[in-house]
T-cell receptor, first 116, second 113 residues
Framework: GAGVSQSPSNKVTEKGKDVELRCDPI?????LYWYRQSLGQGLEFLIY????????KSGLPSDRFSAERTGGSVSTLTIQRTQQEDSAVYLC??????????????FGSGTRLTVV | QQQVKQSPQSLIVQKGGISIINCAYE??????FPWYQQFPGKGPALLIA?????SEKKEGRFTISFNKSAKQFSLHIMDSQPGDSATYFC????????????FGQGTRLTINP
């Protein structure tokens, strides 16, 4: 597609339930990133995938959070046993990385997660 | 060392005025400094970016000023328009390979007509 697509756009879940958020990056983009944006806050890095390399998971806030990227394309961010503090907008971005050059992020519109 | 501090949190400017947003960073290894613009309900979009080999970069009404010795950079929006009303984020990263951007806290800019 022309841009980064995220689904669902909104998700309301009960505390303790698991949720899956999906990201379809721009075709051909080799790097994929997940960020979290809490109300009135900046963007907090969660995880990124680059080609076949091991993902950088250094930003995941707890072991309830995990992500995978299948076939170098679609990514799913999973949050288990959701807590109210997980409520935020989860943003996905992708970029084309060639050698040492990175041609800039393109963000999706995000998934707004509300845990009640 | 990974922080990027952004100010002010909110800013109100009259139409036609100059909007100025400031950022400071700590990690001297950072060598890529983008600014993103975000409208409600949308993801951030790259506005303009600078590398530390220049002190200023201008694109239309948007200018980044960069002070390497002070580890500071700023966004200037000239002739601000109501359509510029948005949240602006500065960010920093090491430019090689898959960048992991460190973002400032954001500035909510309102341009009054």
């Amino acid at each position: 597609g022309a841009g980064v697509s995220q689904s669902p756009s909104n998700k309301v879940t009960e505390k303790g339930k698991d949720v899956e958020l999906r990201c379809d990056p721009i075709s051909g983009h080799t790097a994929l990133y997940w960020y979290r944006q809490s109300l009135g806050q900046g963007l907090e890095f969660l995880i990124y995938f680059q080609g076949n390399s091991a993902p950088d998971k250094s930003g995941l806030p707890s072991d309830r959070f995990s992500a995978e990227r299948t076939g170098g394309s679609v990514s799913t961010l999973t949050i288990q046993r959701t807590q109210q503090e997980d409520s935020a907008v989860y943003l996905c971005a992708s970029s084309l990385v060639s050698g040492a050059a990175n041609y800039g992020y393109t963000f999706g519109s995000g998934t707004r997660l509300t845990v009640v | 060392q990974q922080q990027v501090k952004q100010s002010p949190q909110s800013l109100i400017v009259q139409k036609g005025g100059i909007s100025i947003i400031n950022c400071a960073y700590e990690n001297t290894a950072f060598d890529y400094f983008p600014w993103y613009q975000q409208f409600p309900g949308k993801g951030p979009a790259l506005l303009i970016a600078i590398r530390p080999d220049v002190s200023e970069k201008k694109e239309g009404r948007f200018t980044i000023s960069f002070n390497k010795s002070a580890k500071q950079f700023s966004l200037h929006i000239m002739d601000s328009q109501p359509g510029d009303s948005a949240t602006y984020f500065c960010a920093a990263s090491i430019s090689q390979g898959a960048q992991k951007l460190v973002f400032g806290q954001g500035t909510r800019l309102t341009i009054n007509p």
